[in-house]
Nanobody, 123 residues
Framework: VQFVESGGGLVQAGTSLRLSCVAS????????MGWYRQALGRQRELVAA????????NYAQSVKGRFTISRDNEKNTMYLEMNSLRPEDTAVYYC?????????????????WGRGTHVTVSS
């Protein structure tokens, strides 16, 4: 199983970024997926989740209304559109499976993680 995240960068507050995640070595279309992030000195958190067919999504309160998760099962790819970025969004962003329940953003630790993509938001 491999996840390759991309699209991060250094941006100013209030601007936007679009992250991408390409998955391989798994049946992507059968798995709920999530975007996670880990800020320096903090635990990894799940910020957005999407069902296997893309029909159901949920977001952490901290990003709700600003971030949009989507997926293209034909391309084994997932996206995270991030708008109105804030300095507190600064983190390394990862994609992965491990979603137990989308409604409550419950997840389990996974064995395989990609390198992530760094997002830095300056004020």
């Amino acid at each position: 199983v491999q996840f390759v995240e991309s699209g991060g960068g250094l941006v100013q507050a209030g601007t936007s970024l679009r992250l991408s995640c390409v998955a391989s070595g798994m049946t992507f279309s059968r798995n709920a997926m999530g975007w996670y992030r880990q800020a320096l000195g903090r635990q990894r958190e799940l910020v957005a989740a999407i069902s296997s067919d893309g029909s159901t999504t949920n977001y952490a309160q901290s990003v709700k209304g600003r971030f949009t998760i989507s997926r293209d099962n034909e391309k084994n790819t997932m996206y995270l559109e991030m708008n109105s970025l804030r300095p507190e969004d600064t983190a390394v962003y990862y994609c992965n499976t491990g979603i137990l329940r989308i409604a409550t953003l419950t997840w389990v630790q996974n064995r395989y993680w990609g390198r992530g993509t760094h997002v830095t938001v300056s004020s």
